[in-house]
């Protein structure tokens, strides 16, 4: 059985919608993280569903790049959010705003 | 031997170097010595340079050697290179010469001053930029020496800086400089644009070649002559050479009579295939040199202060040199460039001489008979007078009289004007020798003891200076008595205008005057001369008239000329600088420059709010970016 290209790209744009909603909407840090990797893994997928049906390997090879970033990402934002979790309890992200002007 | 050229500024580069960081420790008399020999060693080297080139065949006497290139800019590249040729030569040779003589002279001259080594080290500096000046195969280069001895005048006009009128005179010197210097900038920028090189001899073969449009060249000889005639302290830019005076007097000798102020003649001289696409330059030229020969002679005659005498007295010889380059008389000028260099170092050396034997009293008016005790400085300086006034045969009767023939070939009122300044010469000259060597002993009649500050008392006895001054005094003494011999009107073994002439080539104006008024125009000129110094006997020796009636204050206040300009600067010339700095830039500029630094303080503090510091926030402006460029592409591409 074949699944249409259509579906796949379905599935990532809800995902990515999903995301989108939930890093605006939360307000735990570590939850806007996932919705951060939702959203690019729902990416990934589209990348992966256009490569296929375009028979053209570079969407594949995009992905191996975005995860490689998505790692490194995570690496970074971990090491802050525990860096902050040290000074004050919670991961509420709404109670830093030090950026404010 | 032509490849030793670049050592000629390179020696007192080294000297001014040394003395700058080991001055001090030298102390007296070796940095003296160092500075000297430094100088000299350039002599020296300028005259084996001198040898070479008398070596060479007689129409390729020109050599350039370059160093290195300094300023590669698009089409416009200067080097650091040398010009070699008769013209350039035979001024860097009685620049260093002289140099060398003050130098020595210094040594004594400055004994026990505070600044004995900064003195030297200005001087040598002195000596670098006048010789890049002269020596600079491009206007550039010689821009580089023009303005170091603009500096080094300052620097040494204002010496003495303690005084409060000695750093005013060196200021004033700077700034009337600065009006010069804006003209021969302005020249270069021109002949830039409408040759496109800075080179001399580029701009020379491009001239032979092309031409150039008269009102170019025009527009050009006449910026270069306003640089001249700051340089060269012409009118109306002369008034800084009198305040110049306040500077030690080897200083007065050196830059301010014999070398620096020179300079101007000297450039003149350098472009004259310029001149010659510009004949109407040429008599504005002739015309400023005649009119201010004449106005510094009248200014001179009612001065007390010695070296003041001599300065008015330097200011109209120069008349004389820009009257002979505006005829075309350039090597009559060059000529008379070196003689004046000759007596004029001698008579400022002898002025210098005669202030240290009186304790540093300047006024003629308080000296007197000092033929008696100065037997060295007394002999030399009558040389020296005899030469400026154009006795023969000492050097300056043949350079002025070559420069008066040339000027009744071009114009007879020309002739009249610089006879009757002759006749002025030899008037103030004789005044000055009677005031200071003949007559009573006015030093004792004074009974005020200290005179502002100096330590001339009636039982004072002047002494001899020491034989570092002498010995440059003897010098001059001798060249300026064998001086003429450069240039004889007759055919000799060595003659200046053969030397010069491939310089000049067919530019040189030709005398179109009679043997026999060739021959007779000199002794009316002497004989004119004499009757002047035999007036001023019967006025100054024989006391027929009093003073006050030959020296009207018109004239002691030198026409109230700078009276005049000063009072303008301060009048009118301050009230638009106020205007400038309290309405058009505190209210203009500055208001402009503050209105923008509101305008972004204010739409900062509007756009405050959109920085709220919340994670989401941001990420919601990321959101909807990305939403309205997907709109924007969307929209254009019709999907």
């Not at chain 2, 110049?244 to 450039?267: C, D, F, K």
């Not at chain 2, 350098?270 to 015309?287: K, M, S």
């Not at chain 2, 034989?467 to 073994?493: C, D, I, R, Y």
Request: glycine share 10%; hydrophobic share 55%; proline share 4%.
């Amino acid at each position: 059985m074949t699944v249409e290209p259509s579906a796949y790209l379905m599935v990532g744009a809800v995902l990515f919608t999903i995301g989108a909603v939930g890093l605006l909407v939360r307000r735990n840090a570590l939850v806007m993280f996932m919705c951060v990797e939702l959203m690019l893994n729902a990416v990934n997928l589209t990348f992966v569903t256009f490569a296929r049906h375009f028979d053209d390997i570079g969407g594949q090879v995009i992905v191996l790049f975005v995860l490689v970033v998505a790692a490194a990402e995570v690496v970074v934002g971990l090491g802050i959010i525990l860096a902050i979790m040290r000074r004050r309890p919670g991961a509420n992200a709404d109670d830093i705003t030090l950026l404010k002007g | 031997m032509l490849d030793a050229v670049w050592l000629i500024p390179a020696l007192p580069l080294a000297g001014f170097l040394l003395l700058t960081f080991a001055g001090k420790r030298l102390g007296e008399p070796w940095a003296g010595w160092i500075g000297t020999a430094m100088v000299g060693g350039s002599f020296l080297v300028t005259l084996v340079v001198f040898a070479g080139l008398m070596a060479e065949d007689e129409h390729h006497r020109t050599f350039v050697q370059t160093l290195f290139e300094w300023v590669p800019a698009g089409s416009l590249s200067v080097d650091v290179g040398f010009l070699v040729d008769p013209l350039s030569i035979t001024m860097a040779l009685f620049v260093t010469g002289i140099s060398a003589l003050i130098h020595l002279y210094s040594i004594g001259y400055m004994a026990g001053d505070d600044g004995y080594a900064r003195f030297f080290v200005y001087l040598n500096a002195f000596v670098f930029s006048m010789t890049m000046l002269v020596l600079g195969d491009n206007f550039v280069l010689t821009f580089l020496g023009w303005e170091g001895v603009g500096v080094c005048s300052y620097l040494l006009i204002s010496f003495w800086f303690e005084k409060d009128a000695n750093a005013v005179a060196g200021k004033k010197a700077f700034i009337t400089n600065r009006v010069g210097d804006w003209g021969f900038m302005l020249a270069m920028f021109l002949l830039f644009t409408s040759v496109g090189s800075l080179q001399y001899t580029e701009v020379f073969a491009h001239l032979e070649e092309f031409g150039l449009a008269e009102t170019t060249a025009m527009g050009i000889a006449l910026l270069l002559f306003v640089g001249a005639v700051g340089k060269s302290a012409q009118f109306p830019l002369y008034l800084w050479l009198p305040d110049a005076m306040a500077g030690p007097t080897p200083v007065s000798a050196l830059i301010h009579a014999a070398t620096m102020v020179t300079s101007g003649v000297y450039l003149m001289a350098r472009v004259n295939p310029i001149l010659g696409f510009a004949p109407d330059a040429l008599d504005i030229v002739a015309w400023v040199g005649a009119f201010t020969a004449l106005f510094a002679a009248t200014i001179a005659v009612a001065q007390n202060d010695i070296k003041k005498v001599l300065a008015y007295s330097t200011i109209s010889q120069l008349g004389y040199m820009f009257l002979a380059i505006g005829t075309g008389a350039y090597v009559a000028a060059v000529f008379h460039m070196v003689t004046h260099a000759f007596f004029k170092a001698l008579l400022f050396l002898g002025s210098g001489s005669v202030i240290h034997a009186m304790a540093h009293e300047q006024d003629m008016g308080r000296m007197g008979n000092l033929r008696k005790y100065l037997p060295v400085t007394s002999v030399t300086f009558i040389v020296g007078w005899l030469a400026i006034a154009g006795v023969p045969p000492f050097a300056g009767f043949w350079s002025k009289d070559e420069i008066l023939i040339h000027a009744w070939s071009s114009s007879p009122l020309l002739w009249v004007v610089g006879t009757v300044t002759a006749v002025l010469t030899a008037y103030y000259m004789s005044r000055q020798v009677f005031l200071v060597f003949f007559g009573p002993e006015r030093w004792r009649e004074s009974q005020t003891v200290a005179h502002d500050g100096h330590g001339l008392t009636p039982d004072h006895e002047p002494r001899e200076s020491p034989a570092t001054m002498t010995v440059p005094l003897v010098a001059l003494a001798g060249l300026s008595f064998v001086g003429g011999l450069l240039n004889l009107p007759f055919k000799g073994a060595f003659h200046l205008e053969r030397f010069l002439e491939p310089v000049f080539e067919g530019r040189l104006a030709h005398l179109d005057v009679g043997t026999s008024l060739q021959w007779g125009l000199p002794f009316v000129v002497l004989g004119l001369a004499v009757c002047g110094a035999a007036v001023a006997w019967w006025i100054f020796v024989m006391g027929r008239v009093g003073r006050s009636t030959v020296e009207p204050e018109l004239l002691e206040h030198g026409w109230y000329y700078d009276e005049a300009i000063a009072s303008l600067v301060d009048g009118p010339g301050r009230a638009g600088a106020t205007l400038l700095a309290e309405q058009v830039d505190a209210r203009g500029v500055d208001g402009a420059v503050n209105g923008v630094g509101e305008l972004v303080r204010r739409a900062g503090t509007a756009l405050r709010v959109s920085t709220s510091g919340y994670v989401r926030h941001y990420a919601l402006g990321i959101a909807g970016g990305a939403v309205l460029l997907l709109g924007y592409f969307i929209s254009r591409t019709g999907f």
